[in-house]
């Protein structure tokens, strides 16, 4: 059997509020790239930041306003950049974080947080970013 020789991965996260969430993932330092109407309203976007793509769909709520999203998985974002700048950056825009910046065993500073609608990131950088 062959093995998948995969180029690349594309995350569509369905989110409970569109705007606050392009509010969240710009204070990250993500950028809107497409947008996709329907009915006049505003039902995804295309986000980028350097070459990771993420997409941002607005839930239709078809299958309730109560349900859970993002359990069981984190999204793990590794860059070149100073984390203590990022997670300011995060901060001031309004944003809390889970945890601080800190130093892993692994020789990498990072952080973590939850964005507005329950998905967890990290964001890690090679220490001593």
């Given at each position: 059997?062959?093995?998948?020789?995969?180029?690349?991965?594309?995350?569509?996260?369905?989110?409970?509020?569109?705007?606050?969430?392009?509010?969240?993932?710009?204070?990250?330092?993500?950028?809107?790239?497409?947008?996709?109407e329907q009915d006049g309203k505003l039902a995804s976007v295309m986000?980028?930041?350097?070459?990771?793509?993420?997409?941002?769909?607005?839930?239709?709520?078809?299958?309730?306003?109560?349900?859970?999203?993002?359990?069981?998985?984190?999204?793990?974002?590794?860059?070149?950049?100073n984390i203590g700048e990022i997670a300011a950056r995060v901060q001031?825009?309004?944003?809390?974080?889970?945890?601080?910046?800190?130093?892993?065993?692994?020789?990498?500073?990072?952080?973590?947080?939850?964005?507005?609608?329950?998905?967890?990131?990290?964001?890690?950088s090679e220490w001593p970013r």
């Amino acid at each position: 059997m062959a093995t998948l020789v995969a180029k690349s991965i594309l995350t569509g996260l369905t989110v409970d509020d569109i705007h606050r969430s392009i509010a969240f993932y710009e204070a990250l330092g993500f950028t809107v790239t497409q947008r996709w109407e329907q009915d006049g309203k505003l039902a995804s976007v295309m986000l980028r930041a350097g070459e990771l793509e993420l997409g941002l769909n607005q839930d239709d709520w078809k299958k309730g306003r109560d349900r859970q999203k993002g359990l069981g998985m984190r999204l793990n974002i590794e860059t070149k950049q100073n984390i203590g700048e990022i997670a300011a950056r995060v901060q001031a825009a309004g944003f809390a974080l889970d945890m601080a910046p800190f130093d892993t065993q692994w020789k990498t500073r990072q952080f973590e947080l939850t964005d507005p609608t329950g998905f967890k990131l990290t964001v890690s950088s090679e220490w001593p970013r």
